[in-house]
Protein backbone atom coordinates (compact mmCIF):
# COMPACT_ATOMS: atom_id res chain seq x y z
CA UNK A 1 0.00 0.00 0.00
CA UNK A 2 1.21 3.31 -0.93
CA UNK A 3 2.31 4.98 1.77
CA UNK A 4 3.71 8.53 2.57
CA UNK A 5 4.72 9.63 6.18
CA UNK A 6 5.24 12.99 7.78
CA UNK A 7 7.39 13.34 11.28
CA UNK A 8 5.44 14.92 13.17
CA UNK A 9 1.22 15.97 12.64
CA UNK A 10 1.74 19.08 15.29
CA UNK A 11 4.42 20.95 15.86
CA UNK A 12 4.67 24.55 17.77
CA UNK A 13 8.06 26.78 17.68
CA UNK A 14 8.82 30.00 18.19
CA UNK A 15 9.63 32.93 16.43
CA UNK A 16 13.24 32.69 14.89
CA UNK A 17 13.85 29.02 14.80
CA UNK A 18 14.97 26.68 12.63
CA UNK A 19 12.57 23.99 11.60
CA UNK A 20 13.05 20.63 9.79
CA UNK A 21 9.59 18.96 8.37
CA UNK A 22 10.29 15.50 7.27
CA UNK A 23 8.82 13.41 4.72
CA UNK A 24 9.56 9.79 3.79
CA UNK A 25 7.97 7.56 0.98
CA UNK A 26 7.84 3.82 0.37
CA UNK A 27 7.17 3.72 -3.24
CA UNK A 28 10.22 4.43 -4.73
CA UNK A 29 8.70 7.75 -6.73
CA UNK A 30 10.90 10.24 -8.43
CA UNK A 31 9.02 13.46 -7.39
CA UNK A 32 8.21 14.85 -4.58
CA UNK A 33 6.59 17.96 -3.09
CA UNK A 34 6.17 20.18 -0.53
CA UNK A 35 2.76 22.54 -0.15
CA UNK A 36 0.96 24.79 2.41
CA UNK A 37 -2.46 24.74 3.04
CA UNK A 38 -4.52 27.55 4.00
CA UNK A 39 -8.13 28.03 4.13
CA UNK A 40 -9.39 29.92 0.87
CA UNK A 41 -5.98 29.51 -0.38
CA UNK A 42 -5.89 25.77 -1.76
CA UNK A 43 -2.59 24.01 -1.85
CA UNK A 44 0.57 26.20 -2.90
CA UNK A 45 3.73 24.96 -3.95
CA UNK A 46 6.72 25.75 -1.89
CA UNK A 47 9.34 23.08 -3.69
CA UNK A 48 9.47 19.96 -5.07
CA UNK A 49 12.27 17.73 -6.55
CA UNK A 50 12.45 15.60 -9.51
CA UNK A 51 15.41 13.71 -8.26
CA UNK A 52 17.89 13.11 -5.43
CA UNK A 53 19.64 16.34 -5.04
CA UNK A 54 17.48 18.65 -7.51
CA UNK A 55 15.13 20.82 -6.11
CA UNK A 56 12.95 23.49 -8.43
CA UNK A 57 11.13 26.35 -6.47
CA UNK A 58 7.62 26.55 -6.23
CA UNK A 59 5.19 29.44 -6.49
CA UNK A 60 6.03 30.14 -2.50
CA UNK A 61 9.80 29.42 -1.84
CA UNK A 62 10.24 32.57 0.36
CA UNK A 63 11.73 31.23 3.97
CA UNK A 64 11.81 27.82 3.08
CA UNK A 65 14.33 25.90 1.88
CA UNK A 66 14.28 21.88 1.29
CA UNK A 67 16.92 19.03 1.29
CA UNK A 68 16.72 15.36 -0.72
CA UNK A 69 19.94 13.32 0.34
CA UNK A 70 17.85 10.10 -0.71
CA UNK A 71 15.27 9.65 -3.04
CA UNK A 72 12.61 8.18 -0.29
CA UNK A 73 13.08 11.31 1.95
CA UNK A 74 12.61 15.20 1.15
CA UNK A 75 13.20 17.48 4.15
CA UNK A 76 11.51 21.49 3.96
CA UNK A 77 13.13 23.73 6.43
CA UNK A 78 12.11 27.19 7.49
CA UNK A 79 15.26 28.93 7.79
CA UNK A 80 14.37 31.43 10.82
CA UNK A 81 10.45 30.56 11.74
CA UNK A 82 7.72 33.33 11.71
CA UNK A 83 4.38 33.63 12.37
CA UNK A 84 3.51 33.83 8.68
CA UNK A 85 4.15 30.98 8.42
CA UNK A 86 1.60 28.54 10.68
CA UNK A 87 -0.20 26.84 8.30
CA UNK A 88 -0.67 23.17 7.37
CA UNK A 89 2.26 21.52 5.54
CA UNK A 90 1.64 18.94 3.47
CA UNK A 91 4.13 16.49 1.19
CA UNK A 92 3.21 14.65 -1.63
CA UNK A 93 4.92 12.33 -3.53
CA UNK A 94 4.35 10.90 -7.70
CA UNK A 95 5.52 8.56 -9.98
CA UNK A 96 7.82 10.10 -13.06
CA UNK A 97 7.05 13.62 -14.58
CA UNK A 98 4.26 12.66 -16.17
CA UNK A 99 1.99 11.37 -13.29
CA UNK A 100 -0.99 13.64 -12.72
CA UNK A 101 -1.41 11.56 -9.26
CA UNK A 102 0.41 12.62 -6.28
CA UNK A 103 0.11 10.70 -3.22
CA UNK A 104 0.01 12.71 0.05
CA UNK A 105 1.27 12.43 3.89
CA UNK A 106 -1.16 12.94 6.51
CA UNK A 107 -0.07 16.94 7.13
CA UNK A 108 1.88 18.38 9.44
CA UNK A 109 0.39 21.49 12.07
CA UNK A 110 2.75 24.25 12.42
CA UNK A 111 2.16 26.79 15.05
CA UNK A 112 4.78 29.78 14.89
CA UNK A 113 4.49 31.73 18.00
CA UNK B 1 -0.67 34.39 -9.68
CA UNK B 2 -4.02 31.67 -9.28
CA UNK B 3 -4.05 30.01 -12.14
CA UNK B 4 -6.79 27.86 -11.46
CA UNK B 5 -10.24 29.72 -9.57
CA UNK B 6 -12.73 27.32 -8.17
CA UNK B 7 -16.07 28.21 -6.25
CA UNK B 8 -18.22 28.27 -4.30
CA UNK B 9 -15.93 28.15 -1.38
CA UNK B 10 -18.46 26.27 0.58
CA UNK B 11 -21.67 24.06 -0.08
CA UNK B 12 -24.07 22.71 1.44
CA UNK B 13 -26.28 19.90 0.25
CA UNK B 14 -29.17 17.64 1.53
CA UNK B 15 -28.50 14.16 1.31
CA UNK B 16 -29.43 12.41 -1.78
CA UNK B 17 -29.05 15.86 -3.87
CA UNK B 18 -26.73 17.14 -6.34
CA UNK B 19 -23.20 18.60 -5.61
CA UNK B 20 -21.87 20.68 -8.24
CA UNK B 21 -18.07 22.52 -8.05
CA UNK B 22 -16.68 24.89 -10.69
CA UNK B 23 -13.18 25.53 -11.34
CA UNK B 24 -11.94 27.37 -14.44
CA UNK B 25 -8.18 27.79 -15.69
CA UNK B 26 -5.82 30.15 -17.40
CA UNK B 27 -3.43 28.10 -18.55
CA UNK B 28 -3.42 25.98 -22.13
CA UNK B 29 -0.42 24.15 -21.26
CA UNK B 30 -1.93 21.58 -18.87
CA UNK B 31 -2.78 17.99 -19.76
CA UNK B 32 -5.29 16.80 -17.20
CA UNK B 33 -7.49 18.11 -14.87
CA UNK B 34 -8.03 15.79 -11.55
CA UNK B 35 -9.65 16.09 -8.64
CA UNK B 36 -8.92 15.54 -5.26
CA UNK B 37 -10.59 14.42 -2.10
CA UNK B 38 -9.53 15.44 1.35
CA UNK B 39 -11.68 14.66 4.41
CA UNK B 40 -10.41 16.42 7.97
CA UNK B 41 -7.01 14.75 9.31
CA UNK B 42 -5.62 13.38 6.49
CA UNK B 43 -3.86 14.58 2.72
CA UNK B 44 -5.50 14.84 -0.41
CA UNK B 45 -6.12 12.00 -2.11
CA UNK B 46 -7.04 11.43 -6.29
CA UNK B 47 -10.81 10.58 -7.04
CA UNK B 48 -11.45 11.55 -10.29
CA UNK B 49 -9.00 12.98 -13.62
CA UNK B 50 -10.53 14.00 -17.01
CA UNK B 51 -8.16 14.93 -20.46
CA UNK B 52 -8.47 18.16 -22.48
CA UNK B 53 -9.68 16.19 -25.07
CA UNK B 54 -12.59 14.50 -23.77
CA UNK B 55 -15.84 16.00 -22.52
CA UNK B 56 -17.10 14.19 -19.69
CA UNK B 57 -15.96 11.21 -17.47
CA UNK B 58 -17.77 9.51 -15.53
CA UNK B 59 -16.91 7.14 -11.98
CA UNK B 60 -19.75 5.72 -10.00
CA UNK B 61 -21.72 8.55 -8.84
CA UNK B 62 -19.00 11.31 -9.62
CA UNK B 63 -18.67 13.09 -13.02
CA UNK B 64 -16.49 15.50 -14.52
CA UNK B 65 -17.72 17.66 -16.90
CA UNK B 66 -15.27 19.73 -19.54
CA UNK B 67 -15.30 22.84 -21.58
CA UNK B 68 -11.90 23.48 -23.46
CA UNK B 69 -13.62 26.41 -25.24
CA UNK B 70 -14.78 28.49 -22.24
CA UNK B 71 -11.88 26.47 -20.45
CA UNK B 72 -14.06 25.55 -17.40
CA UNK B 73 -14.49 22.09 -15.35
CA UNK B 74 -16.37 20.96 -12.56
CA UNK B 75 -17.52 17.92 -10.76
CA UNK B 76 -21.10 16.60 -10.24
CA UNK B 77 -21.74 14.45 -7.56
CA UNK B 78 -24.89 12.62 -7.99
CA UNK B 79 -27.31 11.28 -5.15
CA UNK B 80 -24.66 13.65 -2.15
CA UNK B 81 -24.04 11.35 0.61
CA UNK B 82 -22.97 12.62 4.25
CA UNK B 83 -19.88 10.09 3.59
CA UNK B 84 -18.90 12.89 0.59
CA UNK B 85 -18.51 15.44 3.31
CA UNK B 86 -14.69 16.59 2.73
CA UNK B 87 -12.82 19.35 1.41
CA UNK B 88 -12.76 19.22 -2.53
CA UNK B 89 -9.55 20.79 -4.35
CA UNK B 90 -9.62 20.88 -8.40
CA UNK B 91 -6.38 21.09 -10.05
CA UNK B 92 -4.74 21.38 -13.44
CA UNK B 93 -1.64 19.49 -14.43
CA UNK B 94 1.38 21.05 -16.33
CA UNK B 95 2.46 18.77 -19.29
CA UNK B 96 5.88 19.00 -18.66
CA UNK B 97 7.33 19.11 -15.30
CA UNK B 98 4.62 17.02 -13.53
CA UNK B 99 3.62 20.44 -11.61
CA UNK B 100 -0.31 20.32 -10.35
CA UNK B 101 -2.14 23.77 -9.65
CA UNK B 102 -4.94 23.56 -7.51
CA UNK B 103 -7.68 25.75 -6.61
CA UNK B 104 -8.73 27.38 -3.65
CA UNK B 105 -10.78 24.25 -2.16
CA UNK B 106 -14.80 23.81 -1.67
CA UNK B 107 -15.97 22.21 1.66
CA UNK B 108 -19.22 20.14 1.14
CA UNK B 109 -21.59 19.64 3.98
CA UNK B 110 -23.98 16.75 3.34
CA UNK B 111 -26.92 16.75 5.60
CA UNK B 112 -28.65 14.11 6.49
Known amino acids: DVKVTQSSRYLVKRTGEKVFLECVQD?????MFWYRQDPGLGLRLIYFSYDVKMKEKGDIPEGYSVSREKKERFSLILESASTNQTSMYLCASSLGPLGYEQYFGPGTRLTVT | QQQVKQSPQSLIVQKGGISIINCAYENTAFDYFPWYQQFPGKGPALLIA?????SEKKEGRFTISFNKSAKQFSLHIMDSQPGDSATYFC???????????FGQGTELSVKP
Open chain 2, 91 to 101: AAHYNQGGKLI
Open chain 2, 50 to 54: IRPDV
Open chain 1, 27 to 31: MDHEN
